[in-house]
């Protein structure tokens, strides 16, 4: 047996001159999954809720309540809910996945040996790395939406004096430094999991992997909320008028 | 020394000294929210996810350590 950890997620086949990797296939799994119960709980939804109905609605309910408190105005709790609880509920289920037992067992063979078919979504550098991107876009077109783009431009080159255009400059390496804090806190923390749990199915595979798996739970859940929160925070900081 | 064994102190290096930080920052937030649950037990259903958030947010330094030693090491 051999310790096979990489950084890169592994290649099931390719169409034409895409490659299909693991994390990708098990991304459209997670997306199909969500897509589905939408659909069951948009066709039967009842004014006396069943017990499907009620957790989505107490899930719905509770975290439009918590955007509210936090953007502090129903206009822009409307537009910023969608996106924020769409990217937790995805990244909470693809993190979520990945302790279904068994599910690492399934392999491919892609001609150059097996790989396996699943593989937690989040540890692809390139899935987290887009839905950082799509959070970073979002707080620019709030930020000039509400400043106009003169005074949205102005924010980063000002030349008043040495000491605001230093500032502005900061400004601009701090908008970039997001990208790769948001990044790295998400990656790193799925793909540490998942490394520690490899290691230690290694060196005890029984009793010792437990506690860690409960530790991943956790983690996964929690990390999904960051990603969200800090998406909402930084979008609700860019919509206020400098 | 050879390229492989200073690869291997490196990434050593980089998560051992990385780990420092965070471990305090955690610390510290644990103390604070267990004296404010003490101080009022009824928050305690409102300060344990903050505490949990916050201790993700502090968590990060050492985890983008743990990004580059395991560039390093697999990189």
Redesign the interface.
């Known amino acids: 047996m051999e310790l096979s ?3 890169a997620p592994d290649i099931l086949f390719n169409i034409g001159s895409m490659p299909i990797t693991n994390t990708l296939f098990w991304s459209f799994f997670v997306s199909l999954f969500l897509i589905v119960i939408t659909l069951i709980i948009n066709r039967s939804l009842k004014s006396v809720p069943g017990t499907l109905q009620n957790i989505v609605e107490i899930l719905i309910e509770g975290s439009y309540l918590f955007v509210q408190t936090i953007t502090g105005s129903n206009k822009k709790t409307k537009y910023l809910f969608p996106l924020v609880f769409t990217m937790f509920i995805f990244i909470a289920i693809a993190n979520i996945f990945v302790f279904i037992p068994g599910q690492s067992a399934i392999t491919l063979d892609n001609g150059e040996g097996s790989v396996p078919l699943f593989r937690a979504v989040m540890s692809d550098y390139g899935m987290v790395f887009i839905l950082t991107i799509i959070s970073i876009i979002a707080m620019q077109v709030a930020a000039i939406a509400t400043n106009g783009p003169f005074k949205y431009i102005g924010k980063f080159l000002n030349f008043k004096g040495p000491l605001e255009f230093f500032l502005g400059l900061m400004d601009f390496i701090g908008e970039l430094a997001k990208i790769l ?1 948001l990044s ?2 998400l ?3 799925i ?2 999991g998942e ?1 520690l749990t490899a290691v230690l199915l290694f060196l005890l595979p029984f009793i010792a992997p437990l506690p860690f798996m409960f530790l991943g739970i ?2 996964a859940i ?2 999904a ?2 990603f969200a ?2 998406t909402l925070v930084f979008v609700t900081m860019a919509s206020e008028k400098v | 020394m050879e390229g492989e064994t200073l690869k291997h102190l490196a990434a050593g290096l980089a998560i051992g000294l990385g780990a420092i930080g965070p471990a305090i920052g955690e610390g510290i937030i644990a103390s604070k929210s267990l004296e404010a649950i003490g101080r009022n037990p009824e928050a305690a259903n409102k300060i344990t996810p903050l505490m949990f958030a916050a201790m993700a947010i502090t968590e990060s330094t050492g985890i983008y350590a743990l990004v580059v030693a395991l560039i390093i090491l697999f990189g």
């Open positions: 950890i990489s950084l804090s790295f806190r990656f790193g923390n793909f540490a490394t956790l983690t929690v990390q909320f960051v929160t800090l």
